[in-house]
C-alpha cells in the first residue's frame, strides 16, 4: 500500500527556488510512476509534472515548463524530487504529490489515473 509523504514546502520570495520531495513509504523498494499536481485556494488542481515508471519520462504543464523538474532518487527509487526555479507569486499553491498502489501505470498527466495521494505541502511565493 503506498503512502506518500511531502515535504520541502514553505515560504519563498518572488523568483526563488525550491526542491520539494514526495517518498512513498509505505514501499520503499518500489519503483512507480509519479505525479505533481497543485491547487490554489478556489480552484482546480492542476497538473505540473509527471515521471515514468520503467523509463523515468517525463512530462510538465505549460505553466512550468522549463521551470520545474522533476526527477527520481538515483538509489531511493521510491522517492521523487520537485526542483521549482524563477517561482512567481501564481505558483502559490498546496503541491500533491501521487501514485497508483498497484504499481502498473506506466505514466500519467491526469489526476484519475493516481490513486494514492499525500497530504500535501503548501507552497507560498511572495512578491
Known amino acids: 500500500q503506498a503512502q506518500l509523504v511531502e515535504s520541502g514546502g514553505g515560504p519563498v520570495r518572488n523568483g526563488g527556488s525550491m526542491r520539494l520531495s514526495c517518498t512513498d513509504s509505505?514501499?520503499?523498494?518500489?519503483?512507480?510512476?509519479m505525479g505533481w499536481f497543485r491547487q490554489a485556494p478556489g480552484q482546480d488542481r492542476e497538473f505540473v509534472a509527471a515521471i515514468g515508471r520503467i523509463n523515468d519520462n517525463t512530462f510538465y504543464g505549460d505553466s512550468v515548463k522549463g521551470r520545474f523538474t522533476i526527477s527520481r532518487d538515483n538509489i531511493r527509487k521510491n522517492t521523487v524530487y520537485l526542483q521549482m526555479n524563477s517561482l512567481n507569486p501564481e505558483d502559490t499553491a498546496v503541491y500533491f504529490c501521487a501514485t497508483d498502489n498497484r504499481c502498473t501505470v506506466g505514466f500519467a498527466i491526469v489526476a484519475r489515473s493516481y490513486d494514492s495521494w499525500g497530504q500535501g505541502t503548501q507552497v507560498t511565493v511572495s512578491s
Open positions: 509505505g514501499r520503499p523498494f518500489s519503483k512507480c510512476a
